[in-house]
């Protein structure tokens, strides 16, 4: 019963690793010019706080309890929000969450 208790955790998850997988990098983010170490940037700093699903949004809401801002909230309410969920960043499930408004809300 545990065994399949836990797959059932680990479901919501495995989609979510497959839509990432899926997802194509923005032009900008692709470094076809050089192929050492990149160089530090802001763009890249910028970059930190994009959602980790569509790679395209800044983050805009909070896991808890782990705290973590990795999800643009339309791509949390999308994917997380009706399954219990674990995060995508530490794998902990998801409880509540706080949605966040800020200069890009």
Do not use: K, W
């Not at 065994?3 to 955790?9: K, P, T, V, Y």
């Not at 801002?69 to 219990?84: I, T």
């Amino acid at each position: 019963m545990e065994n399949s208790q836990r797959l059932e955790d680990e479901l919501p998850r495995l989609r979510l690793c497959r839509q990432m997988a899926e997802v194509q990098l923005p032009e900008n983010a692709r470094s076809s010019e050089s192929s050492g170490p990149m160089e530090y940037t802001s763009e890249r700093r910028i970059g930190r706080m994009t959602c980790m699903m569509c790679l395209q949004n800044d983050v805009s809401v909070v896991l808890l309890p782990c705290r973590h801002q990795v999800l643009y909230f339309p791509c949390f309410e999308r994917n997380c929000s009706a399954v219990r969920a674990n995060c995508p960043y530490c794998n902990v499930r998801i409880e509540p969450s706080i949605r966040l408004f800020g200069p890009s809300s």
